[in-house]
């Protein structure tokens, strides 16, 4: 089982459309979780970033992680075609634990 | 202005040639790491550093070599017994220790081997 799975999509909604991306993890002892977001041929931004269970609001975007199923979501609200891009969650066990696990991402066009 | 350069953006080399991708950092982090992206892959880390003159293999560290001389640089050399190199190479950096987690990527390199 991969430590992160996510679906690679496509995905393709109008303009100002709720979207959902998701992505289970397998292992319990990690404790943050993140979302960056990629746009074609460049680097991986950081949108948002979650310690342990809950929800995190950061204007149209809400990340969501639910321990006990091992299950984060992002989602966003309104979409713009300026949110059209891939979306990788990553995962870590954070303190001296260094690495990132990233899932495969998920490409969104937003349509006008 | 703060951020990661990566150069060349584009990198072409025949098959059997060394290759070293250049990675600089002016945002003071101490934790530098390189990631190889595949299409339809998530990103891999190579190798990463937690501080000058030291050095970790992440999970595909085979056919690749680093150097971090510098806070400030991680090079990435791609040998010739890397049997696929050609992909989008990627260098972050990050605060050591609680914030690790928030890594700042560069603008990537995109290297063909024929």
């Known amino acids: 089982q991969k430590e992160v799975e996510q679906d690679p999509g496509p995905l393709s909604v109008p303009e100002g459309a709720i979207v959902s991306l998701n992505c289970t993890y397998s292992n319990s002892a990690f404790q943050y979780f993140m979302w960056y977001r990629q746009y074609s041929r460049k680097g991986p931004e950081l949108l948002m970033y979650t310690y342990s269970s809950g929800n995190k609001e950061d204007g149209r975007f809400t990340a969501q992680v639910d321990k006990s199923s091992k299950y984060i979501s992002l989602f966003i609200r309104d979409s713009q075609p300026s949110d059209s891009a891939t979306y990788l969650c990553?995962?870590?066990?954070?303190?001296?634990?260094?690495?990132?696990?990233f899932g495969k991402g998920t490409l969104l066009t937003v349509n006008p | 202005d703060g951020g990661i350069t990566q150069s060349p953006k584009y990198l072409f080399r025949k098959e059997g040639q060394n290759v070293t991708l250049s990675c600089e950092q002016n945002?003071?982090?101490?934790?530098m790491y390189w990631y190889r992206q595949d299409p339809g892959q998530g990103l891999r880390l190579i190798y990463y550093s937690q501080i000058v003159n030291d050095f970790q293999k992440g999970d595909i560290a085979e056919g690749y070599s680093v150097s971090r001389e510098k806070k400030e640089s991680f090079p990435l050399t791609v040998t010739s017994a890397q049997k696929n190199p050609t992909a989008f190479y990627l260098c972050a950096s990050s605060i050591s220790g609680h914030s690790s987690y928030e890594q700042y990527f560069g603008p990537g390199t995109r290297l063909t081997v024929t």
């Open positions: 945002l003071n982090h101490d934790a």
């Open positions: 990553a995962i870590s066990g954070g303190g001296s634990n260094y690495k990132l696990t």
